[in-house]
């Protein structure tokens, strides 16, 4: 059974239709990765499966029961993480109160309930290393680290809490070849812990290093939905890029000849 499956899905906002038509499918163990350039319907598509936007079309099953998502909480009660491009960290805040943001272990009652402070910096470092991923020092402040490892510190805490789906929105986006490689192995880890991984992207060469299948989103519409096996890397680019209209453009551009 999938873990999430769309069919049909859309969402209007007025006059406006972002989606249309939608049929997508996340089943465990698998990176299914979503592509399209600026405008293309991701962000809507996050924000039905996340439960920010409820849709208005079509059906979303999560493990075969149909759901209509009134709230981010109501997905993630469900096993549906999200972990956005901005990355929702505190900076300055060492990195193991960062792993527990808004989820702290206390001892004793409200308001006299004290942090568990070294067991959260245990469970931390922990779950951090069971992700491959090696800190410096739990207590340095998350700001003082790359990119790459903030998003591997958000996915890993994603996974604790106890993820089933993990949607990932444009991870590798502001980060170099290095970095982004940091995040790819670490969105590998999650699919062969046997989560589900939605990862949002515009780079179809980051996508096909870890994806299993493949959609690409055009003005809201699915416009390629292949698996691994009926794709390779110089269609996922060329639909990317245009496909069609591309080769039309460039017979337009052609130089004339003598």
Request: glycine share 10%.
């Amino acid at each position: 059974m999938a873990l999430i499956e769309m069919t049909d899905v859309g969402k209007s906002y007025g006059a406006i239709r972002a989606l249309a038509g939608i049929n997508l499918r996340v089943d465990a163990g698998e990176v299914t990765c979503v592509l399209g350039d600026n405008g293309a319907g991701k962000s809507t598509l996050i924000k039905i499966i996340s439960g920010l936007h409820p849709h208005n079309e079509g059906t979303l099953r999560v493990e075969g029961t149909e759901q209509s998502f009134s709230s981010p909480r109501e997905a993630l009660d469900l096993g549906i993480a999200t972990v956005y491009q901005d990355l929702a960290v505190v900076p300055l805040m060492e990195v193991w109160r960062n792993f527990f943001l808004g989820s702290e272990l206390t001892r004793g009652r409200f308001p006299l309930a004290r942090l568990r402070i070294r067991e959260m910096k245990e469970i931390a470092d922990a779950e951090l290393r069971k992700m491959g991923i090696t800190i410096k020092d739990i207590n340095q402040p998350i700001g003082t680290l790359s990119g790459g490892q903030r998003q591997s510190v958000a996915i890993a805490r994603a996974v604790y809490f106890g993820a089933r789906v993990l949607i990932l929105d444009e991870p590798t986006a502001a980060l170099g070849v290095k970095q982004s490689g940091v995040v790819l192995k670490y969105i590998a880890a999650a699919r062969d812990a046997g989560l589900g991984v939605v990862f949002i992207t515009h780079n179809p060469h980051h996508a096909y290093l870890v994806g299993d299948h493949f959609v690409i989103l055009k003005l809201g519409r699915a416009v390629l939905d292949r698996q691994r096996s009926d794709v390779d890397l110089d269609e996922l680019v060329t639909q990317m890029a245009g496909g069609d209209e591309l080769t039309e453009l460039s017979h337009e551009l052609r130089r004339p000849t003598g």
